[in-house]
Every structure is written in C-alpha cells, then in structure tokens.
C-alpha cells in the first residue's frame, strides 16, 4: 500500500440505523489479494488489500444484503478479482467492470454470466489517463446489447465539459458521488445546479449519493455534506443509490467508520418510503431486475 494512504478501518462501530430488510450496499470494492490478483502496472495508486472475504463480512455486519462491487482503476481492466467475488456472492453481489475497446464478445458474455451488469468510465485525471471519448462510444454500443449500463466517475470542475458525451449515452447512466461537488459552495452553487439539472433533464441519470468521507471539509459526521445528499434524494428518489465505498481507497484525511456512514442515510434519506427505495427498490431494479419481476 502506498504509505500516505490510509487502510480501512480495523473495528467500524455498529451502525444504530437498521437498514430495510434486502438492503444494498450499492458501491463498494475488492483490491487483491495482492499475491493472487495483482494491481495493474499502469495503476496511479497501490491500495491496501481488501479481499471478498472482508467485503462479505462487513456487509453482514453492517445489516445489509447484498453488493454492487465496482473495479476501480488499480486493478486495470483485468476484472479477474471482482469476477471472482461475484462468483463467490451466491447471487448477493453484481458488479460493475472497466473494458477497454479490445475486450472480446466471450469476454463480456462470461462477465455478464457472474453477474457484471455495467461498465465505469472514469474521468478523474488524478486516477486515469485521458481516453478519446470515441473509444468510450464503441464500448457502450457493445453492452448495451446485453442489457448493461454506464456508471461515470467525474469531478465537478469537469462536468461542463463532459455534459456534450454524457448525452450521447444510450443506457441508463449512473453518476458516482453526487458529482463531486465542493461541499463549500453549498448546494445553490451553479456547479452543483449543473448537475442537478442534468439529472432533471435527462431522465436516464441516476447517481450515488455516497462517500461524504470524500467530499467532507469537515470531518464525521459529515454535517457539511448533508444537504447535498438530502437535496438529490427529495428530487429523484428514484433514481438514486447509497453505497459505503469501502475500502475507500486514496484516503488519506481520516479512516472512515463505516457505522458512521451508515448512520447518514436516515439523515438524507428521511422517510421510511426514501430509505426503501434508496436502499432496496432502485438498487433492485437496476442490478436485479428479474428478481423484480418475479414479484
């Protein structure tokens, strides 16, 4: 790992908000192990290893159900750990890849059949390099075929510029973490406005109202970040998700508790009927819709 990175927490505190029953912890990774599934060479950042194992455990501890495990940019586009994770969930986790414009037909079937449901594009300069946007255009006419999705990853200086793409995005898209707004502007900024009037015009937007451990100037109990969360889940709660970004790789401020996060959902999820959809029907729908149609 490298050393001004923290790791994630050894002892997180029992969340006192119960979840719903068929909760999801809707964002969320694996790094490693190491020694079985390397880190990429191109990676920015080495992470500390956090293997499905933990993942599961924290997810039962915390009183939640199941897992959308997201690749994130140290491990590249080999999906082998996430795949192997998902293999290992018994159908409680889906997962989110990163594929290049090589991946092969074989390839995206044998993902889709662990149970990959979309693919992230990363636009965070920090964490990848820059890619032609034609590139990220014949990824998305392959999986869309199979029924995936887009989740991007931006920050928000960027989004005016990414608004044109963005646009031409054929599948349902999910934005990661609000955007990334800069909480110190508060929530009437024209940055933050932006966005909220992407999603409100593009009825295919969702996002993650996740990782005030992130966008905190503040610190826990993340009380600067709040209305931001809140704001998106009163405008489209049902087009959004919560998740707790464990292990919250490139931290380097605090080690999050993730009982912590999970006592902000009531908080910007304020009603019985958001916190259901947040955290159920909406992550149902989008990662387990045959599930849903069985009902």
């Known amino acids: 790992m490298d050393p001004d990175y923290l790791p994630f927490h050894p002892n ?17 990774h ?4 190491a020694d079985k599934f390397p ?12 293997p499905k194992e933990k993942l599961f455990e924290l997810r039962d501890f915390l009183g939640f159900s199941r897992n959308v495990i997201v690749q994130a940019s140290c491990h590249g586009r080999n999906n082998a750990a996430l795949v192997d994770a998902l293999m290992s969930s018994n159908g409680l986790a889906r997962g989110v890849a990163v594929v290049g414009p090589d991946v092969t037909d074989e390839e995206l079937h044998a993902m889709d059949k662990a149970g990959v449901r979309a693919v992230r594009f990363n636009f965070v300069k920090r964490l990848v390099d820059a890619a032609p ?11 869309a075929k199979l029924g995936w999705h887009i989740v991007v990853y931006f920050e928000a200086p960027d989004l005016e ?11 349902t898209v999910v934005v990661d973490h609000m955007g990334r707004p800069d909480v110190r ?22 996002t993650k109202v996740s990782c005030p451990e992130r966008l905190t100037i503040q610190g826990p109990p ?9 704001y998106l889940v009163e405008k489209f709660s ?14 380097k401020s605090h080690v999050p508790d993730e009982g912590v996060l999970v006592d902000v959902i009531p908080r910007i999820a304020t009603t019985e009927a958001d916190q259901q959809k947040l955290l159920v029907a909406n992550p149902m729908r989008l990662y387990w819709p045959e599930e849903e149609q069985e009902k």
């Open 161 to 171: 510029d990414l608004i044109p793409f963005l646009k031409q995005l054929p599948t």
């Open 238 to 251: 049902d087009r959004v998700l919560w998740g707790t970004d464990w292990p919250h790789p490139n931290m």
């Open 133 to 143: 946007k034609d590139i990220f255009l014949k990824i998305v006419d392959r999986i």
């Open 30 to 33: 694996v790094f490693g192990p």
């Open 185 to 206: 502007k508060g929530v009437n900024h024209p940055d933050f406005q932006r966005f909220v009037t992407l999603l409100a015009e593009n009825k295919n937007f969702w």
């Open 39 to 50: 880190y990429a060479p191109e990676r920015k950042y080495t992470p500390c290893d956090a």
């Open 12 to 28: 997180p505190s029992k969340p006192t908000y119960k979840a719903p029953a068929g909760a999801v912890d809707a964002h969320c």
């Open 222 to 230: 993340y009380e600067d970040v709040i209305p931001f969360g809140k």
